[in-house]
Each structure stands twice: as structure tokens, then as C-alpha cells.
């Protein structure tokens, strides 16, 4: 398709010189530009795709940058970008020194707010509202888009009943797909599925309720329905409601027939929608699949096993065991809070529950797993995905933080497996009851380990593993670390001169097989898939001093910066992590 319209948009004040009757046009341009950059590159695709219309309603109608836009989450923010000056860089999204996956304050006036983490935006955009109010800027409006499975998290409900008591120029726009990655669930949902466009359901609307003025829903695909729709609502004062209703990977076929693959398909071919093929049938598997198959397996066998995950079935492969047992694997949407005193309401009731979380959205609940799991000792078993650097999707999703903030919190046991028989035998362990709470973290992507559903074998909690015995320097390694290290030694002139410990547990640490190491060895070096600061690094340095240990001791991990995105193997060259950053420090010692 000849995409001159689209060319001449290098701005909003572009689009504004517009007919409304070339804005169809426009769309059809933006669309088949996002199709063929992600198709060839890859990144979010389906939830662009659903908001292209309102994408360029919102950009023709506001006055951004003045009037500030807020997108949720920022999945669905490609056209955004594209229309606010970025087209012609927009095949370096998500790469190393590129344009960034998500909204970024430092990347363009017309991201008024950086997001990664869901159902932020309400809670920003009447920050924003009030501060205007006070500098006397009332005629300054602040537009939060918000999918319907992120209006569900608390944090939304809270600025919600927040805006309701103020008279802010607040307009929140509820992009409602009835999906998140995976589809979206709860009450709130089903009553959003009653609502058809043109048709409010009867039963009392909860949005109203919180003295917001409520309008639609209305068409999120018919550029004249959203145009009358912020027409209408100009004339409204204070915080104002528009359900808009979208398609999930709207002009693309097979994006609206499976709208989970297609919410980042990888590469696909952009006349058909066919995802490439690759065979993965030599290929270990990925950690989160050794999780989910595990889990099934032991559940299969107790009867008292709960799988929780906010809004990650597929993602954390919890999807396996929801499919066989639905009423004992939960998704609780996106509410990682709620999950977390979930569990612990569980595990008080006798239940073995594994809640797994994604380690950057952990985060989130940090409260929780300290007041209401560690304070009360109870034993929920954490599955901590996605740790250490997740590449792409950059500073918002990695989960460079889970040691240093998991480390200082008493009764937590915390484990970090360098393979999935690890992983496998760690979940088993668990499983068959422990006294207190443990975090199992592992990283994204595939382990090494091909063979590694074999019979279950306990674990002894607290004990590292010597997989090197050399005679100058001890690499004490961490999770994903231990097969950089391991490559890095077996590239030195000679090995023998190298131990390497795979530390396995962060907390307790084995200090018996610690203190050995410092006895017997000149240097030490200790690397980590997570932040420095904080880290254990930091402890067994602290060990060193306390043991009076006179070589070296060199801790490696993630720097005391933001890491931003690139690929997994470009950061951790970054960082000083990877095999070739560990190689140099063992020239440097010997």
C-alpha cells in the first residue's frame, strides 16, 4: 500500500491538517507500517494494532504535547510513537541504543510518562491534573488510556477514587479488549463483557458510582464515533469516563484470532500472518516451561497444591496446570499484591502454594511478602521468573533488584538454580513441606540442561556445589552466571588453576564450603545476575574481611545504573557479566 499519507505525519500538528475523512486512510497506512517493522524485528504487536484508531483520534483531537497523554503499560503505544515524530527510527525499537519498547520521559515531549508495569496511568495523570490546578492551567486536559484488565489492579481503583472527589480535568479512556497478555479475569470483567457498543449493561455502573461522568461504549475503530464521543465530553467538568471497545490485533487476521501468540509473536510473515517457524525440538527448555510441567507433575500427586500467578498463565507456563486443574491454579489478574496475601491466606489453611511472579513485578508486593508471608514465617513457595536481565523490554522488566531487596528479610530462604534439574529438584523439595517461606529465582530463556526430567531428588537447603576444583582463584557464581563463568574459565591457558563454586543458595549461604574456599584459594571472584548494591557479593566480601582473607576479592554484577534494552548477551557485556567480561578479570588476576 503506498503509505504517503503516513509519510508526511512527522508530528500531531500534521495530523491535525487532516480531513476526518482521510484519518481511515491514515489508519490503514499506520497499521501495515507497524506490521512490516515488527515482523521483521519483532516486539508487541497485537496491542498496537487494537489502538491505532484511537491512537490517531487522540493525537487529532488533543493539542499534545500540551494536553498530556498517558498510555498505560505501553504495549499499545507503536502508533504513539510513530505519529509523534519517531517513524523513521522506529525499526531501532527495543534495540541496543534504540528507541525504547515502552513510553520514556527522555525519549519525547509527548511521553509525558515513562510506563512498563500496568495500571499506573490514573494515578499519573491526576498528578498531573492537580498540579495543573494549581499553576491556574484549567484548561489543560490529561487523558489516561487504560486497558480493562489494568483498570482492575488496585493501584487504578485508587486513583479512581481519588480523581472522583476532585474536580481535576482528568479523562480516563478505558480501552476495553477484554485481554491483558492473557485474557483478562474477574468481576470487573464480566461486567464489562455485558457492555456492547451503544449498550450499557443494567446493573449499577461502579465507574459512576465514583463520581465519574461515564460515556459509551462507543467504537474504538470508527474514527467519527470517538471524534463526537471527546466532542461530548469536552462540555463535561471534572473527571470524565469513555469506554471505548477495540479488537486486540485489529487488521491483522491471525492476530484477532489468537490474541495471546500475537501479543509479541516474534518475527511472522506480514502478507499472512504465519509466525516463522523455528524447530525447538532439540532445544532444552525454557525455565518458565520447567516450572509449569513441574509444578503439573507434582500436583498431579498432592492434592494441597495451589498455583497462583497475577495475570501470567502463559508467560510463568502456569497455563499447564490451570488447564488440568483449573480450580487449583488461579490467575488473579493484575494484582500482585493480592496475590502474594493470597498465598499466605492459603499457606495458613494447610495448602502448598507456589506463587509464581515475574521478579520485576515482585516488586510490586514487596509489602506483602514481607509483612504478611516472612513476618507470620508462613511457607509460601515464590517462583520468581524472568530474574536477572530480560533483554528487550529493558530498565522497566528486568530483574536485576530480587537479591538485594529478598536478602535482608528474615525467615526467607533464596535460591537461585544454574539449570533445570536445579529448578526441577527445588520445586520437588518444597513441595514436600517446608518450615519457611522460600523464593526459587531463574532466569528467562532456556537452560543448557536437555535431560533434565529425571527422577526427583531433594535438595539440601543452604548447600553450594563445587563443579571446579582449581588451586588460585574461586569463581563463586549465581544462577545464569554459572554457565558464563564456567565458558570463561574453559577459555583461560589453564583451567586447573580455577575453581568454580555454584553458589545455589543466596540465603542461608554455605558458609562451611565458603570459609574452605577463602582458605585455599588466592582471589576470589563472585558474579551475579542482579544489582551490586545489595547483592552477595557484598556479603561474602563482608565474609572475606571477617576471615581475614588477604587476596582479592572482586565482586561482578549489574552496575548501580538503570540498564536499558538490547539483547540479553549485549547487557550482560554491558554490565561485566558475560563470559568475555569474566574471561578479562581471570587474565587480569593471573
Not at 142 to 160: C, K, P, Y
Not at 166 to 183: E, H, Q, S, Y
Not at 414 to 442: E, F, Q, V
Request: glycine share 8%; charged share 25%.
Amino acid at each position: 500500500m503506498e503509505s504517503a499519507l503516513l509519510k508526511q505525519i512527522n508530528s500531531p500538528k500534521d495530523l491535525r491538517k487532516l480531513s476526518k475523512a482521510q484519518l481511515t486512510t491514515l489508519a490503514a497506512q499506520l497499521r501495515e507500517f507497524i506490521i512490516d517493522v515488527v515482523s521483521t524485528k519483532e516486539g508487541h504487536l497485537g496491542a498496537s494494532l487494537g489502538v491505532t484508531e484511537l491512537s490517531i483520534a487522540l493525537h487529532y483531537y488533543f493539542n499534545t504535547p500540551y494536553d498530556q497523554l498517558i498510555w498505560d503499560v505501553g504495549h499499545q503505544a507503536y502508533g504513539h510513537k510513530i505519529l509523534t515524530g519517531r517513524r523513521d527510527v522506529f525499526e531501532t525499537n527495543r534495540k541496543l541504543n534504540g528507541l525504547s519498547g515502552f513510553p520514556k520521559r527522555t525519549e519525547s515531549e509527548y511521553d509525558t510518562f515513562g510506563v512498563g508495569h500496568s495500571s499506573t496511568s490514573i494515578s499519573a495523570a491526576l498528578g498531573m491534573a492537580l498540579a495543573s490546578q494549581l499553576k491556574g492551567e484549567t484548561r489543560k486536559r490529561h487523558i489516561a488510556v487504560i486497558g480493562d484488565a489494568s483498570i482492575a489492579s488496585g493501584m487504578a481503583f485508587e486513583g479512581l477514587n481519588h480523581a472522583g472527589v476532585t474536580k481535576a480535568n482528568l479523562w480516563v479512556i478505558l480501552n476495553d479488549n477484554a485481554m491483558g497478555i492473557d485474557p483478562s479475569v474477574g468481576a470487573l470483567k464480566e461486567y464489562l463483557l455485558k457492555a456492547k457498543v451503544g449498550k450499557r449493561p443494567k446493573q449499577d455502573n461502579v465507574i459512576e458510582a465514583l463520581n465519574f461522568h461515564y460515556s459509551g461504549p462507543v467504537d474504538g475503530h470508527n474514527f467519527e464515533a470517538l471524534l463526537h464521543a471527546f466532542a461530548e465530553l469536552e462540555q463535561i467538568e471534572g473527571p470524565k469516563f469513555l469506554h471505548v471497545i477495540t479488537k486486540k490485533g485489529k487488521g491483522l487476521q491471525k492476530a484477532e484470532e489468537d490474541q495471546v501468540k500475537y501479543h509479541a509473536p516474534g518475527k511472522f510473515d506480514k502478507s499472512t500472518g504465519e509466525i516463522f517457524k523455528t524447530s525447538d525440538a532439540d532445544l532444552p527448555p525454557k525455565y518458565q516451561d520447567v516450572f509449569g510441567l513441574t509444578l503439573l507433575e507434582l500436583a498431579e500427586k498432592n492434592k494441597k497444591i495451589i498455583g497462583i500467578t497475577p495475570a501470567m498463565p502463559t508467560g510463568s507456563s502456569l497455563k499447564y496446570m490451570m488447564q488440568k486443574f483449573p480450580e487449583r491454579a488461579l490467575d488473579v489478574g493484575i494484582a500482585e499484591q493480592h496475590a502474594v496475601t493470597l498465598s499466605a491466606g492459603m499457606a495458613t489453611q494447610g495448602m502448598t502454594v507456589f506463587c509464581a511472579i515475574y521478579s520485576t513485578f515482585l516488586q510490586r508486593a514487596y509489602d506483602q511478602v514481607i509483612h504478611d508471608v516472612a513476618l507470620q514465617n508462613l511457607p509460601v513457595i515464590f517462583c520468581i521468573d524472568r530474574a536477572g536481565l530480560v533483554g528487550e523490554d529493558g530498565a522497566t522488566h528486568h530483574g536485576v533488584f530480587d537479591i538485594a531487596y529478598l536478602r535482608c528479610i528474615p525467615n526467607l530462604v533464596i535460591a537461585s538454580p544454574s539449570n533445570a534439574t536445579d529448578l526441577r529438584n527445588l520445586l520437588y523439595t518444597a513441595s514436600l513441606g517446608i518450615k519457611n517461606p522460600i523464593a526459587i529465582r531463574y532466569p528467562r530463556g532456556r537452560s543448557e540442561d536437555k535431560e533434565w526430567q529425571k527422577e526427583f531428588a531433594k535438595i539440601e537447603l543452604g548447600k553450594s556445589k563445587t563443579l571446579l576444583n582449581g588451586s588460585e582463584v574461586a569463581v563463586l557464581a549465581l544462577g545464569s552466571c554459572v554457565t558464563d563463568a564456567k565458558k570463561a574459565i574453559a577459555a583461560t591457558n589453564d583451567s586447573s588453576k580455577y575453581s568454580l563454586i555454584d553458589l545455589l543458595f543466596i540465603k542461608p549461604l554455605d558458609l562451611d564450603l565458603l570459609i574452605e574456599v577463602l582458605q585455599t584459594h588466592q582471589h576470589i571472584i563472585i558474579v551475579e545476575d542482579g544489582s551490586k548494591k545489595g547483592g552477595i557479593g557484598e556479603e561474602i566480601a563482608q565474609l572475606a574481611l571477617q576471615e581475614k582473607f588477604k587476596g582479592k576479592v572482586i565482586p561482578l554484577g549489574i552496575p548501580d545504573q538503570f540498564m536499558h534494552h538490547g539483547t540479553t548477551e549485549e547487557l550482560k557485556d554491558l554490565a561485566g557479566i558475560s563470559s568475555g567480561a569474566i574471561l578479562k578479570v581471570l587474565h587480569e588476576l593471573i
